[in-house]
């Protein structure tokens, strides 16, 4: 019997601000042979230059209501006024083809998808969630500020809600302390490639 | 509560021949800081320059063998006519002032190991095990004959041993396949970097 690697699904969560979203594009951008990106569903219409199937999965908000009703999400929320899930059929396909999947999420969304994937005995196996931890609180209200994506009060009310979410690590397989990006990405890269030499969960 | 990486016992076994001498030298250097090498106590008289309990740990036969009665050591082995082995005192020394662990075994001492740590609490949570396993055979004869150490009746003996040997891989908790040094250094060290950012095992 040879050693193989099993698909990984890697969840990767932590406060807004914390970075997770460079990281896991550098991830994608150093392994475009093996790892897969899940394509979000969304009730929100298509912006300019978006491609459906590519970008997300345009849906209509019955046939998402639907879908949701007979628990085909992963997981699946409300922002902004617009649902937004991920499908579990997707993730199974990838996965059942060999390839690896990154899912960014937030830290409600994560919670989800582990209290699914105990029920599934497939997605179980694959799973590796990672918690990136800002470093502190000064620095995360660095980076907010440097997205330019908030206002101050959105700022404030978004740093209190990172605080809460800053004791959810030991939900997680792993707890990225978030340094610099160079060393980040080299951290998330490190987990992946010893996951993939894993021989049991 | 803050996230703290736990102290490693990080032990690398695989058959004669699989580099895993060189891999453990590496990673000694590359983390000088963090990483000690367990010492191993000997029954063999030093060799020239060899200092006590720095190279070995020098043991007379018979306080050796009373040690051994009393169940003082992780691992121990006859090789060539001498004694060689690892005091769990010194493991758990290390491991309680936070450092980790490198421990070079071959297959028979790591599996010796595994079995006394799961009787061992504190040992079991800081245990990673890796299993090297070479490229093929034939990359495996040319690796033997390159060490310049074997007869070629030698060869053909350690071949043998390690066909069966090369089957133990489900026992570890990482296969690593050999490929090249530079590879098999950055695999090893994404092993050793992914389980410090572990949450629980």
């Known amino acids: 019997m040879k050693f193989q690697s099993r698909p990984l699904l890697l969840l990767v ?11 896991c594009e550098r991830m994608t ?23 459906d199937g590519v970008d997300y999965h345009f849906l209509g908000v019955e046939e998402f209501q639907r879908r949701v009703e007979a628990s085909e999400f992963l997981e699946h929320a409300h922002v902004h006024g617009n649902l937004y899930g991920s499908l579990k059929a997707d993730v199974h396909a990838h996965l059942d083809q060999g390839f690896d999947l990154l899912l960014n999420l937030d830290v409600q969304g994560a919670a989800k998808v582990r209290d699914v994937v105990r029920d599934d005995s497939r997605l179980r196996s694959s799973l590796v969630s990672l918690f990136l931890m800002p470093p502190d609180r000064v620095e995360l209200q660095c980076r907010l500020k440097g997205r330019g994506l908030d206002s101050d009060e959105n700022i404030a009310s978004r740093l209190k809600v990172a ?5 959810q690590w030991p939900h997680y ?15 998330i890269r490190a987990i992946y490639l010893a996951e993939k030499m894993r021989v049991k969960n």
């Open 13 to 23: 969560s932590g406060p807004a601000g914390s970075g997770k979203t460079t990281l």
């Open 29 to 51: 951008g150093a392994f475009p042979e093996q790892i897969r990106r899940v394509i979000t569903c969304t009730t929100r219409p298509p912006r300019l230059g978006e491609r």
């Open 163 to 167: 605080e809460h979410e800053m004791l």
């Open 173 to 187: 397989d792993y707890c990225l302390l978030s340094a610099d990006r160079a060393s980040d990405f080299d951290r």
